[in-house]
């Protein structure tokens, strides 16, 4: 008697698969542990960061004393660019109110949404896929994937896990056709990061690819977003922010180089590469000598993340010959037009601005990466029948991704510069704190490294919120210094 394989199940189907089902509900439940555990092992070097820059012009900002003050965090700053009331100021506001200037909290808050997205994600690829495998494997990607360290490491960041949260429930509540509480979500994402701008785009081409409506219907559930759209952008008009800089918006070939980076931080390079390549294929000397070990990696990880999703199965389809071919992607073309939007639209609202990349952009786009390389890869190996044979190929790219990971966040704590500015900010309060009962003036000048500790300490924002509203901090030229209380020196 052969046995039957039953595939994952819900909960709710326990008693019509029998005890099966049990080993399979066991598997599922310990997966989530397990990613977890990843997660935490991941980027646990994150929960130790202090506070830094843009976080104390925040938190200063969320000093509220009344009601009409707490108001005002919903009104567009007019030194800022974004409008991010949702995800950084009432964030600020209701953390710090509740558990004080404790950046623990903050990381750990941030960690919870991310871990709650890992879900989210698993819940709509396999809604979307019909398959336990490509679901895992999609958000296991995401969820270990080195694009998050920015936002997990530094606190101001928190708009983008939290936009990313609402957009995931926003596309859900859409796929199970309740409509009306993707509005609802969506305008809660409206409130925390500008990238969900494209999600109603997102929604239609979701609609008329996949549950093949009409554009007439696709145009209707749209409305609302429209209307949401635009009293967004009216407020932004009413209160304009600040921009210019590497704010400015540029439409030339830098576009392409923009994109090049984005595919790379998607597949766990680092975003100090960026700054290492002389051209498109010559690293600097100095990067190179000093992070060998890394680079090979970086070189090695990409090859063998495209040599076996990508380039394997596709390559097996080939051999099967042409009509093989035809017949799988005309009954899957409409996933990786899907998935390709998904991914373009992820990033579409900064792809314009090439001075002011970032891999924490990818928080979206890289969803619809990760969930068209595993669609294709598991759908390919299934069409052709080669049954759990084709697991064997998810050994090494396992491996290799986790490597991956690993190297760019252990990198990142050494190079980048969120936790360096952190750790400036933080040895300069404490310093603060030991000399300030010596400073009778409440006065404390900055001679060295200015520079660095006027970002990292916001310029004054820092010392008043840890010593005090009264207290002051002078960052003194070389034409302006002269013989101060050596107490008094940070």
Partial sequence: MVAKIYPLVSLGDKKKIGILNDKWYLVNKHFFLLIFVLDLL??????????????????????????????????????????????????????????????????????IFHFINTFLIYKIVHKLSKNEIIAYLSCFFWSTSAIHYLSLAWIVNFSYILFTFFFLLAFWFWLNNKIYKSYIFFSFGLLSNE???????????????????????????IYPFIYLIIFYFFIRLVFPGSH????????NKKILSTFRWYFLWSFGWPETMRDQFTNIFSIRDEFY???????????????????FLI????????????????????????YLILSIWLFFLGIMPVAFFPDHIYPHYLTVASFGLYFVIFFFAIKIFDFLKYGWKKYFFLIPVIVSWLIVSYTTVNLNQKVHWAPRHAQIAQESIKKMRLIKNKCSGKIIYVLNYQKDKKISLAEDKAIKLFLGKDWQIFYPTETEKKDYNKECIL
């Fill in 42 to 111: 991941l980027f646990y070097p994150t929960f130790s960061i202090f506070f830094a820059a843009d976080d104390f012009y925040v938190l200063t900002q969320t000093q509220t004393e009344n009601i009409a003050e707490f108001l005002k965090l919903f009104l567009p700053i007019k030194e800022v660019i974004y409008y991010r009331p949702l995800g950084i100021q009432f964030y600020f506001f209701i953390t710090n109110k509740i558990f004080g200037l404790n950046p623990f909290i903050f990381h750990l808050n941030s960690f």
């Fill in 195 to 221: 990238l969900i701008l494209t999600l109603p785009i997102f929604l239609a081409i979701n609609n008329l690819l996949i549950k093949k409506e009409k554009i007439k219907k696709i145009i209707k559930k």
């Fill in 244 to 251: 210019g800089g590497v704010y400015t918006f540029e439409f």
């Fill in 289 to 307: 000598g000093s992070f060998f070990k890394e680079v090979l990696i970086y070189i090695n990880s990409l090859a063998v993340l495209i040599a």
């Fill in 311 to 334: 380039l394997l199965p596709l390559l097996l389809l080939l051999s099967h010959g042409f009509k093989k071919l035809k017949l799988f992607f005309s009954k899957y073309y409409s």
